[in-house]
């Protein structure tokens, strides 16, 4: 999920639930078909389709009516997407193709109307013995974009071009010492400025938690040099944990779930707020879970000792105006269970095959100061159950206003369901309230793949059986 800037107005105020809903037409999909909401330009709303081998641009008007489709044409050399930004006058997409062995990476600008405007070789990356898979990344105000790929589980490989600039910043190779990608928990992080943070997780072991930390490396864009600090985490195991750069602040910051008795379980929330240029002068602050939330969040499986909470994890980390977080933390289960294609009756296990059970429950927020002290924890109820592929329909989406926080989930994941909404405040106080009714509106919505376009508005997929549908909600402002 996106994380973003959270702007609260520290009151409860009262809020009219007079959101408007307007749903798009259909659009026919592929089953090997993606897409990837552009969002709205000049008055449009804008979607672009992946179809492996063709690509095209889909216009609605202010009715979600669609006025126009147009074909893109990219180079056709088995063109794969990385991604597609947008910003208010263009969207440009970054995609990588093959040629004589070799790989290239090239952007392609596109104004509102869909014309190419500018197209630029980011990169000739050569031919490798080893296939490299490329992956991009955009900063928060989509000024910049990270083109990465790691090689031999050992190095990462990155640069970062400024699509403003139409040039590349810096390109760099990182080898941290005694670094295993895929063993070593690791995050990346690209700032609006163009520097880089990986973050690694070391010695995350309950045999090792006197010698667990963060081994931290900030690349600056301005003077093109690699730091390196460590945070230790004071005995402390690491159950999960978000980084995020703060552009306002300019401060990479850290909600986290810690266990100390028991890493199968988190006994509470931590804190970290780093000024890369002086990391020595970081702030740390870990929060025991009382009991009463530990109950309320875990309800009927909550143990008669609070021995902390399992099963979840920190899905969002949202920036106050201050310089203090919002975590958002989700509990998710997964159960598997055998199921047989025996005709006979009986359970083969030669025949037998896992069924998945996806079980996306409460939410925690922590709100904690910039100084570490803890400002509310609220727990809010849901209950999604889903099965393999429904699982897309599960979550939530967070939208900010500057005085609201937004968390919107579909209550259950079925053909007709009610679409629910938390109005969370700075204060901490919520209301909960009814969006909307799927009933009879053949939708089902993919609130994981929503964008937020505006202020109050925000757009969000409906995917179901090979038709796509746009459905935009405006909220009170």
Sequence with gaps: MKKSILLFCLFCASVSYAQVVTISEELSLRKEEAYHIIGRMKGQTLIFQ?????????????????????????????????????????????????????????????????????STLIKNFGSSLIAQEYEAMPSENRSKVLIYSTENNRT????????????????????????????????????????????????????????????????????????SYKLDMRSHLSYDVYFEYDNVNQRLQA?????????????????????????????????PFEDEIVKNFLGKEAPGKNRGIDDSVVQDVLFRQDGGIISIIERKKVNERPYSRSTTGYYNPTEANLLRDYYYEDIMAISI????????????????????????????????????????????????????????????????????????QKLRLRFQEAIQVGANVMLVPSDFRGRLRLVRIVFPS
Excluded at 182 to 191: A, F, M, N, V, Y
């Design 369 to 440: 100061h910039p100084d570490g002290r803890l400002h509310w924890v609220k727990v809010l109820q849901k209950k999604q159950f889903s099965q393999e592929g429904d699982v897309i329909y599960a979550s939530y989406f967070p939208l900010k206003t500057p005085s609201t926080l937004r968390l919107i989930f579909n209550d259950d994941i079925k053909y007709e369901n009610t679409v629910s909404e938390y109005v969370l405040r700075g204060t901490g106080c919520f209301d909960r309230n009814s969006v909307m009714s799927t009933d009879n």
């Design 156 to 227: 990462v490989n990155a640069l970062v071009f400024d699509i403003e600039r139409k040039e590349v910043l810096w390109e760099e190779s990182f080898s941290p010492d005694k670094l295993l990608l895929g063993r070593d928990e690791t995050q990346l992080i690209l700032s609006d400025e163009g520097d880089f943070h990986m973050i690694v997780a070391k010695d995350n072991f309950k045999y090792k938690i006197e010698e667990h930390h963060y081994e931290c490396y900030y690349f600056s864009a301005a003077d093109t040099t690699l730091h």
């Design 255 to 287: 909600g986290g779930l810690y266990g100390v008795k028991n890493q199968a379980r988190s006994e509470g929330a931590f804190f970290l707020s780093i000024d890369p240029k002086n990391p020595d002068g970081h702030t740390m602050a870990f929060h």
């Design 50 to 118: 992946d179809r492996e081998t063709e690509f095209g641009v889909q216009a609605f008007d202010q009715n979600l009516k669609k006025t126009w489709d147009k074909e893109i044409t990219l180079d056709k050399r088995r063109p794969k997407i990385l991604d597609v930004i947008s910003d208010e006058k263009a969207f440009h997409v970054v995609y990588e193709y093959h040629m004589k062995l070799e790989t290239f990476v090239k952007i392609h600008t596109y104004d509102a109307a869909a014309n190419l405007v500018d």
